[in-house]
């Protein structure tokens, strides 16, 4: 599974402002904000948007300054290959060393929704061996009780982090995910195109 929530687009008037400047056209820029507080862009900024994105990396650097921020909880299997994607991405998580036996550890706390028959009743006892090992570190603060926690727990233990990112990073990712074997991925890149304008910056008109 993977959650997002309180996703965040900021700074799309001041990218489209940067975007204008190596022409100097800033007198044909047509955006402004609607009675929401949104940032709209008009026909004009729109198109010249569009044509950068089209024209390659080195013309859409204004997308980089397009930043989104969002709260995303999903398996460590899932981060594992999130984090490749390092370079203009920040992250603040929970902490797993810190707080893992704060409560007590259920089959909600993790992705598991696709196991079935004797992989669930199998992963369901390995999940109570881990919670009886929680309850026992509760009891001795014992450090070889808290290892066995952490060595234990399996990647489909989830996670919340705190995500801050760019368009650029998004349309990375979009491309490189959209067609993976994670059913999380293809929920992220459908997440992706909900994000204001990625639809038309991102997608070529054949899709």
Known sequence: MIKIEKAQVMNLEGAMRGARNPMSSWSRSDSGYNGEGEYILGPNDLSLAVRLCRAGSDHRKFIRQ???????????YWWKEFDTYKVGTVANSTSTMH?????????ED????????SAREAFDAYIGVIELK????????????????????PSSYNQKRTVTMNYENLL??????????????HEYCDWILTLPYTRELFLDDAE
């Open 172 to 185: 990375n990712m979009y491309y490189a995910r959209r067609n993976h074997k994670l059913a999380e991925w």
């Open 66 to 76: 397009i930043m989104v921020s969002a709260d995303i909880t999903a398996p460590l």
């Open 110 to 117: 993790f992705s598991c929704e696709r196991l079935s028959g």
């Open 134 to 153: 929680r309850q026992r570190y509760i009891e001795s603060k014992s450090h070889d009780d808290w290892y066995d926690i952490i060595q234990l727990l």
């Open 99 to 107: 707080k893992i036996h704060s409560k007590p550890i259920e089959a």
